[in-house]
């Protein structure tokens, strides 16, 4: 079965603070993907990649970066965490379009 | 956009009831994903489906393409099925991403 591994399950961080969320996938997916979830609002993509350097942005990308330099891995980057910015973040893989997602275990992040 | 809608939004069921879930989406598609979220957040991929039904256990998945529509329905429900349910489906802008209904809720009381 293919993994997706998200390298916290629980973060807390300090307003100001530069935080990376880490996603790692083990079956040669081309795609990847980071959302975030609220309440209410479900889940909306922040950014995806469908190769290595290669990335778009989804459509709630302000705030964030990321960053793919191997395949297998999918970095999210907040660069000044704000409070707004705490939330259930989820990586998701998939091999290309078309294809199944397989979704990671999810990083319940606050911002304090 | 590819409008994605469900209903219920909040479903509560006594162990052992047959349980529907739709979902209705608004542009043409390839395929329908239907996804089950449990408390504390991960996502399990449950059916990808184009066409007909497809079965996993008490779990079935059926869609209609003309009529834009899915249903999720699950047999014999058991507590351990309390979850959020959700449907997606590709979004018009890129195959690639999806577009997420907003969940139901569900609660199966023993």
């Known amino acids: 079965d293919v993994k997706v591994t998200q390298s916290s399950r629980y973060l807390v961080k300090r307003t100001g603070e530069k935080v990376f969320l880490e996603c790692v996938q083990d079956m040669d997916h081309e795609n990847m993907f980071w959302y975030r979830q609220d309440p209410g609002l479900g889940l909306r993509l922040i950014y995806f990649?469908?190769?290595?350097?290669?990335?778009e942005k989804g459509d709630i990308p302000e705030g964030y970066s990321v960053s793919r330099e191997k395949k297998e891995r999918f970095s999210l980057i907040l660069e000044s965490a704000s409070t707004n910015q705490t939330s259930m973040y989820l990586c998701?893989?998939?091999?290309?379009?078309?294809?199944?997602?397989?979704f990671g275990s999810g990083t319940r992040l606050t911002v304090v | 956009k590819n409008e994605v809608e469900q209903s219920p939004q909040n479903l509560t069921a006594q162990e052992g009831e047959f349980i529907t879930i739709n979902c209705s989406y608004s542009?043409?598609?390839?395929?329908l994903h239907w996804l089950q979220q449990h408390p504390g957040g991960g996502i399990v991929s449950l059916f990808m489906l184009s066409s007909g039904k497809k079965k996993h256990g008490r779990l079935i998945a059926t869609i209609n393409i003309q009529e834009k529509h899915s249903s999720l329905h699950i047999t014999a429900s058991h507590p351990r099925d309390s979850a959020v349910y959700i449907c997606a489906v590709p979004a018009l802008t890129s195959g690639s991403r999806l577009t997420f209904g907003e969940g139901t809720q569900l609660t199966v009381n023993p």
């Open positions: 542009v043409g598609i390839s395929a």
């Open positions: 990649s469908y190769d290595v350097k290669m990335k």
């Open positions: 998701a893989s998939s091999l290309r379009q078309g294809y199944g997602y397989t």
